[in-house]
């Protein structure tokens, strides 16, 4: 069965700071994994996910993830953060081998972004 | 291209009420899926489609709960004689349902259950 753990349900950054975002998952299989963020009253948008090739992967607005087998953790991070970034994140894990391929979220991480 | 889109966006129904959820997915994508979100949580898997076919509902959290899609593209959460837990966003995903491919979400509809 997969799971997945988000460490810090709030995190607050300044804007231009260093963004990390913890995401440790579990899974019996090799995962797939992915980080959607979730604006107010939206759905969840795609940022990024590893599907097994790169284990360090880019996404959008500048957002990337390293995947670490050893430390069964998928932390999300951003250089610098912009206010726009201020948003609900997900990380999100899927077993690679089963048809279905239905998501296992986390709780969520809240971001704040302080001017 | 249009993206998923789902209604009404926003529900109110009192205890004992049936509702009807209606999901349209992005055009020519093969897998549909239902998840529940709670307030503060993550979202829950539901149920999952692959074309007209219904292959998991492990996720229906009871028998008043149920999804259909007959012809493959729009599909319907239904849930009878609503509760106040039943209170949540409902969110659909599509897929191409081609190799592994992400997850792409509506807006989800808001229901609230007086």
């Known amino acids: 069965a997969q799971s997945v753990t988000q460490l810090g349900s709030h995190v607050s950054v300044s804007e231009g700071a260093l963004v990390l975002l913890r995401c440790n998952y579990s899974?019996?299989?090799?995962?797939?994994l992915f980080w959607y963020v979730q604006y107010p009253n939206q759905g969840l948008q795609l940022l990024l996910k590893?599907?097994?090739?790169?284990?360090l992967v880019k996404g959008i607005n500048g957002f990337e993830a390293e995947f670490k087998k050893s430390e069964t953790s998928f932390h999300l991070t951003k250089p610098s953060a912009h206010m726009s970034d201020a948003a609900e994140y997900f990380c999100?894990?899927?077993?690679?081998?089963?048809?279905?391929?239905?998501?296992?979220f986390g709780t969520g991480t809240r971001l704040t972004v302080i001017p | 291209g249009a993206g998923v889109s789902q209604s009404p966006r926003y529900k109110v129904a009192k205890r004992g009420q049936d509702v009807a959820l209606r999901c349209d997915p992005i055009?020519?994508?093969?897998?549909l899926f239902w998840y529940q979100q709670a307030l503060g949580q993550g979202p829950e898997f539901l149920t999952y489609?692959?074309?007209?076919?219904?292959?998991?509902k492990s996720g229906l959290p009871s028998d008043r709960f149920f999804a259909e899609r007959p012809e493959g593209s729009v599909s319907t959460l239904k849930i009878q004689r609503t509760q106040q837990e039943d209170s949540a966003v409902y969110l659909c995903a599509s897929q191409t349902g081609e190799g592994w491919n992400a997850q792409y979400f509506g807006p989800g509809t808001r229901l609230t259950v007086l």
């Open positions: 055009s020519g994508h093969v897998s």
């Open positions: 489609f692959q074309n007209e076919a219904q292959l998991d």
């Open positions: 999100a894990v899927s077993e690679s081998q089963t048809g279905a391929n239905n998501l296992f």
């Open positions: 590893y599907t097994s090739a790169a284990t």
């Open positions: 899974s019996s299989v090799p995962p797939y």
